[in-house]
């Protein structure tokens, strides 16, 4: 499968940007789907995590309450819903997937294999 971010932009602090990741080429519900970020100078970091076929959510402490992570498998493609955005925010968000990633590990950059390229979101305070 191949993934293809889209959706970042310039936005201003509390707004809101919905995030896209469209898959090809393979059966996006054999995939857990996560999002990361990495900010200038910064590592990547975890962002947002849905098992294979919906059900359980995990989001990083500092999006919690303000994201949401979802999937449309019908249609092969995620999504990363953004509300209240903060400057802290900005960063160049990666959509990816694994079709083995275990519990354990879901948080982990290192437990997925296929990444899209990333879309740049800048949040102004």
């Known amino acids: 499968v191949q993934l293809q971010a889209s959706g970042g932009g310039l936005v201003q602090a509390g707004d809101s940007l919905r995030l896209t990741c469209t898959a090809s080429g393979g059966s996006f519900s054999a995939y857990a789907l996560a999002w990361f970020r990495q900010a200038p100078g910064k590592e990547r970091e975890f962002v947002a995590a849905l098992r294979q076929r919906g059900g359980a959510t995990y989001y990083a402490d500092s999006v919690k309450g303000r994201f949401t992570i979802s999937r449309d498998n019908a249609k092969g493609t995620g999504y990363l819903q953004m509300n209240s955005l903060k400057p802290d925010d900005t960063a160049t968000y990666y959509c990816?997937?694994?079709?083995?990633?275990?519990?354990?590990?879901?948080?982990?950059?290192?437990?997925?294999?296929?990444w899209g390229q990333g879309t740049l979101v800048t949040v102004s305070s």
């Open positions: 990816t997937v694994s079709q083995s990633v275990i519990l354990s590990s879901i948080r982990s950059a290192r437990a997925y294999n296929i």
